[in-house]
């Protein structure tokens, strides 16, 4: 028997629409990163981030049969990640995984993912 994913201990696709949708409306709340979003509805953005997290923890695989392989780097090169940019995004990012309220073990995780993430798709130092 294959072991549940970390997709389904976590509850799924639920999970993921409700920890981007705080995440987003974070987002939307902040004025250095709200800028840099092309989108004047972030719905588009909203379904790419929760496909894409949902497959990276072993959920279907909707981002990349609609979007390809991932390659974040060079799909935030366009856009300024300097350290200032990565602080915000994580810190919506710990105020929606927050509002989960996940099992220790699989906040520390997913946690150290989205930190390590973040911290590897810095581009720029410049302010
Ligand atoms: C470090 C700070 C970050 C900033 C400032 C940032 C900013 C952005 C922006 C402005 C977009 C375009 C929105 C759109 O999809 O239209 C985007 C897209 C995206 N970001 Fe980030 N991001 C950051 C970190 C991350 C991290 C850590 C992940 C993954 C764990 C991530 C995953 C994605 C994905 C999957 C997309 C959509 C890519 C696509 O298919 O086009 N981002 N990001």
């Known amino acids: 028997m294959t072991p549940d994913s ?20 974070g987002v939307a709340r902040d004025d250095v990163l709200r800028e840099m979003y092309p989108e004047q509805d972030l719905t588009g953005a909203r379904h790419r ?36 940019a990565r602080d915000r995004w994580l810190a919506h990012m710990r105020t929606a995984l927050d509002a989960l309220a996940l099992p220790p073990l699989q906040e520390a995780e ?9 911290h590897s798709l810095i581009n720029t130092f410049e302010e």
């Open 49 to 84: 981030l929760t496909t894409f997290l949902e497959q990276y923890w072993g959920g279907p695989t909707t981002y990349s049969q609609e979007r390809g392989h991932p390659r974040l780097r060079m799909r935030h090169a366009s856009y300024k990640v300097n350290p200032e």
């Open 6 to 25: 970390f997709y389904d201990t976590v509850g799924g696709h639920e999970t993921f629409v409700r920890l981007v949708d705080v995440f987003y409306e």
């Open 110 to 118: 997913f946690w150290d993912y989205l930190e390590r993430a973040a």
